[in-house]
């Protein structure tokens, strides 16, 4: 337990002039060793494992995703554009000449990267899209995309 973090992590490195290395879900950050307490709650014992008399009936499908929840796919280095520490005219443009490409590529959904930091550029970025003529819509990364500092986007292609 990181008593200030107030989380269940694990130690991922040998504490080092009073500080450890800690993971709390997927976030790794360095706390004082006094910070530190142990977690005394009970682990769940892992089931015993046995083969199945008979296969167990289907579960059913999950409903389909909604607009807002609508998957993408998997993201690749050629439908990604990252502005990251960029100014908010420079990352403009590039979006524009990344949306561009990704248009004369036929890409239906690309990713920009522009991070979290004050949202400053998060903003900006989804006020462009917003009158960019070739996005049909956006939306914010999943967490498994990278969050609120990741913007999906579909294209008229």
């Known amino acids: 337990m990181v008593a200030s973090l107030g989380g269940r992590g694990t130690v991922v490195a040998p504490p080092e002039r009073g500080r450890v290395t800690v993971q709390i ?10 910070d530190l307490r142990r977690d005394e709650t009970p682990k769940a014992q892992p089931a015993a494992r046995r083969r199945p008399a008979a296969p167990a009936p289907a579960a059913p499908a999950p409903p389909p995703p909604s607009d807002e929840e609508e998957l993408a796919p998997a993201r690749t280095g050629d439908a990604t554009c990252d502005v990251r520490g960029q100014r908010v005219d420079e990352a403009l443009a590039e979006v524009d000449r990344f949306l561009d490409d990704s248009l004369l590529a036929y890409r239906e959904v690309v990713f920009i990267i522009h991070g979290y930091g004050t949202g400053a550029l998060r903003d ?13 819509k956006w ?4 967490e498994k995309e990278g969050g609120d500092g990741v913007t999906v986007v579909w294209l008229e292609v």
Not at 25 to 34: C, D, I, K, S
Not at 124 to 136: C, N
């Open 25 to 34: 879900g997927p976030l790794r950050t360095t706390v004082a060793v006094e």
């Open 124 to 136: 900006a970025i989804r006020d462009h899209l917003d009158m960019h003529a070739a996005v049909s």
């Open 139 to 142: 939306r914010s990364g999943q």
